[in-house]
């Protein structure tokens, strides 16, 4: 079993910034791939960005630039770095661990963040 738990969502003004953090507990292999997804009401939950334990990145290509992730394999620990941030960045946004040996997936509990004046 693994557990994530996340940190670093909350309130910020449009083009602020926030950095995010999960940080994982538990049977954790050392080939897999950590990553951020969010959620708002009423929509699928999207990919925003992964990492693999050998530092390969994936983006979305609309929030290429703005977002940055980035891993601490030691701490077992992702960050996701979210600059020039806008309204529509507003959501939940979890953490997904995916072992790469048995492929068991999981997800953190999620981090609300809202940008608003």
């Known amino acids: 079993q693994v557990q994530l738990v996340e940190s670093g969502g909350g309130l910020v003004q449009p083009g602020g910034s926030l950095r995010l953090s999960c940080a994982a507990s538990g049977t954790i292999f050392s080939i897999n791939v950590m990553g951020w997804y969010r959620q708002v009401p009423g929509k699928a939950r999207e990919l925003v960005a992964r990492v693999t334990n050998g530092g390969s990145t994936t983006y979305v290509d609309s929030l290429k630039g703005r977002f940055t992730i980035s891993r601490d394999n030691a701490k077992n620990t992702v960050y996701l770095q979210m600059n020039s941030l806008k309204t529509e960045d507003t959501a939940v946004y979890y953490c997904?661990?995916?072992?790469?040996?048995?492929?068991?997936?999981?997800w953190g509990q999620g981090t609300q963040v809202t940008v608003s004046s």
């Open positions: 997904r661990l995916v072992n790469g040996i048995t492929a068991d997936d999981y």
